[in-house]
């Protein structure tokens, strides 16, 4: 199975990094990917920065892994209740090139916040969302107060009620 992850942030010291690649590390034969959306940032989406671009090679990239891929995880940094705008400006390019961003992958997302919402509300916005753009959401899971669930230097939750969701919710893309 190829596995496609990434942090929906652009965050160098991305808590949601660190939980998308912990997730990532719990399938034993996959070959996983780990995308940094850093590597896709583009002008700030518009229709008439669409017009002078037409169709931005990064964003064609940021497509074709996912259209090499088997399955996607997702974990989401949320800014104010809503996306990071590095995420929804990529996102944004993409769904402009094919509306079915996601290509019918079986997917799980993930949040996490150190404060104890965990960001579900991005959470709750991006699983809604994605059936409208051809994702397969097999289930969510939200990791309230990073921090407190997560040791950082063993890279693993630590709350055993969590991880056990987070793994019932990855095995669901097996």
Not at 83 to 100: C, E, G
Not at 146 to 171: C, G, H, M, V
Request: proline share 5%; net charge negative; charged share 20%.
């Amino acid at each position: 199975m190829k596995l496609l992850a990434f942090a929906a942030t652009s965050s160098s010291k991305s808590i949601n990094k660190q939980l998308v690649t912990y997730a990532s590390q719990q399938f034993e034969n996959a070959e996983v990917e780990i995308l940094d959306i850093n590597d896709y940032e583009l002008p700030l989406f518009s229709e008439d920065k669409e017009i002078e671009l037409g169709k931005p090679e990064l964003a064609q990239q940021f497509l074709q892994k996912i259209a090499q891929s088997d399955s996607v995880i997702i974990s989401f940094a949320e800014h104010n209740g809503s996306y990071t705008v590095a995420y929804k400006n990529i996102f944004d390019w993409a769904s402009r090139i094919n509306p079915k961003v996601f290509q019918n992958k079986p997917m799980v997302m993930l949040s996490t916040s150190p404060g104890p919402g965990g960001a579900a509300s991005v959470l709750a916005a991006a699983t809604n969302s994605a059936p409208y753009f051809d994702g397969d959401v097999k289930a969510s899971v939200s990791v309230p107060s990073f921090y407190d669930n997560f040791d950082i230097e063993q890279s693993r939750i630590t709350n055993d009620e969590i991880n056990k969701e987070l793994l019932n919710a990855l095995n669901k893309l097996m």
